[in-house]
Every structure is written in C-alpha cells, then in structure tokens.
C-alpha cells in the first residue's frame, strides 16, 4: 500500500534532549511537509522540502532541523532550543511543490516533553 | 487577525441532520480551497477540493465558495456518527503554502 509512515507513534523527551522524528513516504511524491498542531491553532508549516537536498523554513522553524538526503524520507529533529515542543506533529507528501496539490497526511507523532 | 477563521466548536447535532461548516478568510490571492478531515489522533484526510468560486458536490457533501465575500462552507446532509471528526478548511495561491483554519469540532449523536 501507498502511504507515508510517520514513527514513532508517541515519544516522550527529557528537556535538553534532541529528539528526531521519522517521516517516510512511498508514493514517490516531490514535495514534503512537517507541521505542527496544538489545541486551538490549526496545523502551523514548520519547514518544507520541494526537491531532494533542498528545504525551507515555514512558519514556526525556531528550534527544529530537517534534511532530505532521500526522496522519500524527511526526518524532524526537535531540538532543546525548542521552548514548547509538546505537541503533535504531521508529516505530509504532495506530488508537487506548491500548496494546490493535495497533501496526504501520515499519522502523526505526538510529542510530549517531561 | 489570522489569514483564515474558522469557528472551532465543538458543533454537536443529531444523526440525520445537515451540518454547515465555514470558513472566513481575508488574503484575495487564495484561489483554491480545500476541506480536511481529521479523526481523532489521526492524520487529515483530503475531504473536498475547490478551485475559484462556486459549488461542488460529493455524496452527501457539498462544498461551496464564495470569493466576492472571503467565505467557504462545507455542508453534510443526513449526518451520521462516523461523520464526528474535525473538519479543517485550508486555502492557498497560485504559488504558495496551504494556509490552515483551526478546526471544528464536529459531534453527530444517535
């Protein structure tokens, strides 16, 4: 089956930790997201990748790292300069790079910081 | 004031009724719309997909744009409780990033 796997499911991380989220995706899919959704604010663009080797920063990029060595894999890295990282966090794929192709959603990591 | 409003609910109606959700948003470059449904602790899933202005209709839902007023709706007849979920609306431009509202809530009892 087609899809993207997001793992793991729940993790929990001390403060001061670093913390990498896997996101992997097999429908061959150009572009690749990772957003963030807290209670009552919607899901919020962290960074993007349109291309392999290539990434951007979204909207909330202070305090995590990604790379994209690999067409189909985008892992996250949460790090201790994120001030509030609780939160649950989705990967999505689209065909192509811009926000009017359709995102398939994996998931989803939820994160919660001890 | 955000790009995209939208009321988070929870909105709670018996089975069988007609649901309408909607969505405000100020930015007259979004060109296409799209309704996302999210299960609880799951990821969304792409409901309906709107270029420009006007209606569209899937099964039971029907999704409708209105550009001269900023307003989107999504209605669903004869609700069922498999249909309690969260319902995102999101837009974007010819060339940029999907723009997210909050979320209803939505509750279908029996």
């Known amino acids: 089956d087609g899809g993207i796997t997001q793992s793991p499911k729940y993790l929990f991380r001390k403060e001061g930790q670093n913390v990498t989220l896997s996101c992997e995706q097999n429908?061959?899919?150009?572009?690749m997201y990772w957003y963030r959704q807290d209670p009552g604010q919607g899901l919020r663009l962290i960074y993007y990748?349109?291309?392999?080797?290539?990434?951007q920063k979204g909207d909330i990029a202070e305090g995590y790292s990604v790379s994209r060595e690999k067409k189909e894999s985008f892992p996250l890295t949460v790090t201790s300069a994120q001030k509030n990282p609780t939160a649950f966090y989705l990967c999505?794929?689209?065909?192509?790079?811009?926000?009017?192709?359709?995102?398939?959603f994996g998931p989803g990591t939820r994160l919660t910081v001890l | 004031q955000k790009e995209v409003e939208q009321d988070p609910g929870p909105l709670s109606v018996p089975e069988g009724a007609i649901v309408s959700l909607n969505c405000t948003y100020s930015?007259?470059?979004?060109?296409?719309f799209m309704w996302y449904r999210q299960y609880s602790r799951k990821g969304p899933e792409l409901l309906m997909y709107t270029y420009s202005s006007g209606n569209k209709e899937d099964g039971r839902f029907t999704a409708q744009v209105d550009k001269s007023s900023k307003y989107i709706s999504l209605f669903i007849r004869d609700s069922q409780p498999s249909d309690s979920a969260t319902y995102l609306c999101?837009?974007?431009?010819?060339?940029?990033?999907?723009?997210f509202g909050t979320g209803t809530r939505l509750q279908v009892t029996l």
């Open positions: 930015n007259s470059a979004f060109q296409y």
């Open positions: 999101a837009m974007t431009g010819t060339a940029s990033k999907l723009t």
């Open positions: 429908l061959n899919h150009d572009a």
């Open positions: 999505a794929s689209s065909i192509g790079r811009w926000g009017y192709n359709e995102q398939f």
């Open positions: 990748s349109q291309i392999v080797n290539d990434f």
